[in-house]
């Protein structure tokens, strides 16, 4: 039969594996925890970030519709300009173009 010294390191066996399946567990459960988080955040940033791209795109198509509005006034600022000018020069008033109100 076993002796008593055998038996008493089988029961610690058993018990320090018990505690460490215990222990295992609790850390795997801790750790699906922080991926569930992660994957959370991942989901947060990447929604924020197809915030941003939409915006970006609708905030590229105001500027571009702004700077074609601004070389068009500037235009219409030269031919006025230039009517101007010719008034001046001949002392008769020049037809003047027609005035872009309202804009664009």
């Given at each position: 039969?076993?002796?008593?010294?055998?038996?008493?390191?089988?029961?610690?066996?058993?018990?320090v594996?018990?505690?460490a399946?215990?222990?295992?567990?609790?850390?795997?459960?801790k750790?699906?925890?922080?991926?569930?988080?992660?994957?959370?955040?991942?989901?947060?940033?990447?929604q924020?970030?197809?915030?941003a791209?939409?915006?970006?795109?609708?905030?590229?198509?105001?500027?571009?519709?702004v700077?074609?509005?601004?070389?068009?006034?500037?235009?219409?600022?030269?031919?006025?300009?230039e009517?101007i000018?010719?008034?001046?020069?001949?002392?008769?008033?020049?037809?003047?173009?027609?005035?872009?109100?309202p804009?664009?």
């Open positions: 039969m076993l002796d008593l010294a055998m038996v008493r390191m089988l029961i610690g066996a058993v018990v594996a018990i505690i399946a215990v222990i295992g567990w609790q850390w795997s459960v750790q699906q925890a922080a991926m569930e988080r992660e994957q959370q955040q991942i989901s947060d940033l990447q924020q970030l197809n915030r791209q939409s915006d970006n795109a609708d905030l590229r198509a105001k500027l571009a519709k700077q074609d509005e601004e070389t068009h006034l500037a235009a219409e600022n030269n031919a006025l300009n009517a000018a010719k008034s001046r020069l001949t002392g008769k008033a020049a037809e003047m173009p027609p005035l872009p109100y804009p664009k």
